[in-house]
């Protein structure tokens, strides 16, 4: 909110400097964004008086003025073309060498055969008001020769009201605050009201339909009033503040809109048939153009002001255009209202229509600026405009609510605070922000927390309590913690002392993403790009995968933007190989992604997420060194990475194995499931690592024929992760290696091999690694030779060559009896 401080020191005195003001409304919560000097780029612009007006003998619409600027100042000739002004008026004179807001410089110029000495401004080439049609009048009083900074600059603060505080929305509301922060006394305007004619009851009805959406409607009248523009020094702070001088009339409703924070709205009297003004919701088809001129649809749920004719406006909202204050308005009816907060928010939102208005009446009203800021406006517009007020107000409801009484623990707040505080310097506070405190009584019930049941005093404890009187425009204090945090804001937060916790610090625990953030680092360090995709996806994504359109186990989306984000994924490899179909349109076609993401699907009633890794390699890879070629990515790239980020993680990696079931989407030929060492030494499966279908990848438009891709389970990475490292002594008695060159058929797998060895020669067992495939002569068509190397050693002994032929000799065993191996020779 923008705060003109000569506008804000008629409600309180500011003797402080513009910043140390700004400083302590900060620290009172109310932030002060910003300070603006209106008027610091005026230079060289002084008062000056017309002593004559002349026509231009050479020109049919130029002046020519004679102007004095002081006393002592030699008399100006300045040429205009402006037809407002006259002989004895008092106007904003730039003398040369005078640079105008924006940087224009004034100098001695020649119009039509005249020097022209300065220039006259208007209003909007100062910014003092928004009226370019004509020179800017000053009041017959303003001093000639004085600079215009000095009669009509200001500063400006830019204060950030909290949602909270809808009360500090206003003049009046920070004058509260910067009282608080002073020790001053906050001054209310004076209302009083000259009334004549006809009682506003006989010519004005109000009707509400749902006193739930407008507790209250006062309504005033005024007649004989003439249109016009507001007083300079009015027009002069709604500018400042922010808001587009209009007319008397609606500058009236602005000026006490921020005034004391009640939003207005005025009716031209001739546009309400028979002065009967209803509230009501909006009917099915009807339509109302509004202020802006845009005609639009209403929905039933719209709070509407109308007539028996239809809609007058939005409530607390915007007005009607048929209904607005025009040039031939000569009787104004006058809305107060106080309206549901909600319901204003939904119409604001519904219609794109957030105003001033609408934003303080989304924060709450207090209920008796109905009535004050209805009269207000009527003072201010038999003021500025001649008109008569009716005697009178229409008042739907005329009692007004007391103040709201909050009792609370001085002990209690000591404890919230940190802070020792004495009960009477608790009081002391309370009182610079309008909150009388009186003694607590037996019976009372302390708030704790909005909606529930708070903690019912009895006798020693109320001999403690006290009880805050809660003015009505405090709407933000309803618990004892609000009370204890009014009164550390009007103390000072920064009184409050810093002190560690007393509580001890909980033990340590281990960083759960642990095992995640290694695996973005070991596969950012090999090269792999971060990709993050939408987790909705469409029903033709999931039927690709082979996944039913109305699949019970698929989470759909209730109120979904478009279809294709109408479910919840059941697999990384949608958003992944869509990040591939996009960088193929930017012509990159060798990638290397990764996904750390989630994955849903529903079982046994229940909604489940499960973490995943998703790798895809497309294109040309790089080679294993510099002097190696770029070759084409496939099904043993993807595993590579694979046993190096399990390697990192130290968790043992198991063989893949042939896939007992293909999905549309893997090629049948080049798919495996990996297997990691899990508990008891048994394998646990990781994944799938696979090379998509050329058919999966023709339907998502993908032209890569190289893909690999590795769909792997978090948290079977995770629940293998060693939870530390265990060091062990280097071994004493040497290793020994055998390699063996197994003969198997073409369809088992090296992971059946590889559990068959390990089975056999544990305990002695202490590495295999498969370093060899050959197929082709001498070996017989249908078979492959797999070469292993083992590593046989005792932990406390040398071996023998018997106990190592021994140890041999049962892995040769143990696969011809189980697999039909062989050992190649």
Not at 169 to 197: C, D, F, N
Not at 715 to 723: F, G, S, V
Request: hydrophobic share 40%; aromatic share 4%; charged share 25%.
């Amino acid at each position: 909110m923008r705060v003109p401080l000569s506008w804000l020191r008629e409600y309180v005195d500011v003797d402080l400097p513009p910043e140390a003001l700004a400083d302590r409304l900060t620290l009172l919560g109310m932030e002060v964004q910003g300070i603006e000097r209106r008027g610091a780029d005026w230079q060289r612009i002084v008062v000056g008086e017309l002593l004559s007006v002349e026509p231009h003998p050479g020109s049919d619409h130029l002046l020519v003025t004679t102007v004095r600027t002081g006393p002592s100042e030699p008399l100006l000739t300045i040429l205009t073309g402006a037809s407002n002004v006259a002989a004895g008026q008092r106007v904003p004179v730039a003398v040369p060498g005078a640079v105008l807001p924006g940087g224009r410089r004034i100098e001695v110029t020649r119009m039509v055969g005249r020097e022209s000495q300065g220039m006259l401004c208007s209003g909007d080439e100062l910014g003092l008001t928004t009226d370019a049609d004509g020179i800017l009048i000053l009041p017959s009083e303003a001093p000639v020769g004085a600079a215009m900074a000095d009669v009509y600059g200001d500063v400006v603060l830019d204060v950030d009201v909290k949602p909270n505080r809808g009360d500090a929305l206003s003049l009046l509301g920070l004058a509260r605050e910067v009282a608080a922060a002073t020790g001053a006394r906050v001054r209310w305007p004076e209302i009083v009201l000259s009334e004549s004619g006809e009682l506003a009851a006989d010519r004005l009805t109000v009707e509400v339909a749902d006193e739930r959406l407008c507790p209250r409607f006062v309504a005033r009248r005024v007649d004989g009033l003439a249109i016009g523009p507001s007083p300079l020094l009015v027009q002069a702070r709604l500018t400042a503040a922010g808001m587009r001088p209009v007319s008397n009339v609606v500058d009236a409703s602005n000026y006490v809109m921020l005034e004391l924070g009640k939003p207005i709205h005025t009716f031209d009297a001739a546009a309400i048939e028979g002065g009967r003004i209803i509230v009501r919701l909006a009917r099915p088809g009807e339509r109302l153009e509004t202020l802006d001129h845009v005609e639009r649809e209403l929905s039933p749920d719209t709070l509407l002001i109308a007539d028996p004719r239809g809609p007058l406006g939005l409530a607390g909202v915007m007005g009607g255009a048929a209904s607005e204050v025009s040039d031939g308005t000569t009787a104004i009816v006058i809305e107060s209202a106080v309206f549901d907060p909600v319901s204003i928010r939904r119409t604001a939102h519904r219609y794109a229509l957030r105003s001033e208005a609408s934003l303080r009446f989304e924060k709450g009203q207090e209920t008796r600026l109905a009535r004050i800021g209805a009269d207000r406006v009527a003072q201010l517009v038999a003021a500025w405009s001649g008109g008569r007020v009716a005697p009178g107000r229409i008042d739907t409801a005329p009692e007004e609510p007391a103040p709201t009484r909050l009792p609370f623990r001085p002990s209690r707040v000591v404890r919230l605070l940190g802070a020792p505080i004495e009960t009477g310097e608790m009081r002391a506070l309370l009182a610079r922000v309008e909150i009388e405190t009186t003694t607590a009584r037996q019976g009372d019930e302390v708030p704790i927390a909005a909606g529930m049941p708070g903690i019912v005093l009895d006798a020693a404890s109320a001999g403690e309590a006290l009880v805050a009187v809660i003015p009505t425009h405090r709407r933000d204090l309803e618990i004892e913690a609000d009370v204890a945090e009014e009164i550390a804001r009007v103390r000072g937060y920064d009184r409050i002392p810093g002190r560690l916790p007393e509580t001890p610090m909980p033990v340590y625990r281990p960083d759960p993403r642990r095992a995640v953030d290694a695996i973005r680092d070991t596969l950012a360090g090999r090269g792999l790009d971060e990709v993050v995709t939408h987790a909705l996806i469409g029903p033709a994504d999931h039927e690709r995968l082979g996944i039913p359109t109305e699949d019970p186990a698929t989470i759909r989306v209730t109120n979904p933007l478009s279809v294709d984000h109408s479910q919840l994924r059941r697999s990384l490899l949608p958003g992944l190989t869509r990040v591939l179909v996009e960088n193929e349109r930017q012509r990159r076609e060798d990638l290397a992604l990764f996904e750390v993401g989630h994955v849903h699907e529903r079982a046994g009633g229940e909604p489940r997420e499960h973490s995943m890794l998703g790798v895809l390699l497309a294109g040309d890879q790089a080679g294993a060194a510099w002097n190696q070629p770029p070759r084409p990515a496939d099904l043993w790239d993807v595993r590579g990475l694979v046993d190096s980020l399990c390697a990192r993680l130290g968790i043992e990696v198991r063989h893949a194995v042939r896939a007992p079931s293909i999905a549309p989407y893997e090629h049948p030929g080049r798919t495996a499931v990996l297997q990691i060492g899990g508990p008891e030494g048994r394998a646990v499966e990781l994944g799938r690592a696979f090379e998509p279908h050329p058919r999966y990848l023709e339907s998502i438009g993908a032209r890569a024929t190289h893909v690999a891709v590795a769909l792997l389970s978090l948290e079977a990475l995770q629940e293998a992760l060693r939870p530390s490292h265990r060091y062990v002594p280097f071994p004493r008695v040497p290793a020994v290696e055998r390699d063996l060159a197994i003969v198997i058929g073409e369809r088992q797998s090296a992971g059946e091999v590889e559990r068959v060895v390990r089975e056999a020669a544990a305990p002695l067992l202490r590495g295999l690694r498969l370093f060899d495939l050959y197929d082709g002569a001498p070996l017989a068509p249908g078979e492959r030779s797999l070469a292993f190397r083992l590593t046989l050693q005792a932990a406390d002994r040398t071996m023998t060559d018997d106990e190592i032929d021994a140890a041999v000799g049962k892995v040769v065993d143990a696969l011809a009896g189980r697999l039909g191996a062989r050992i190649r020779s």
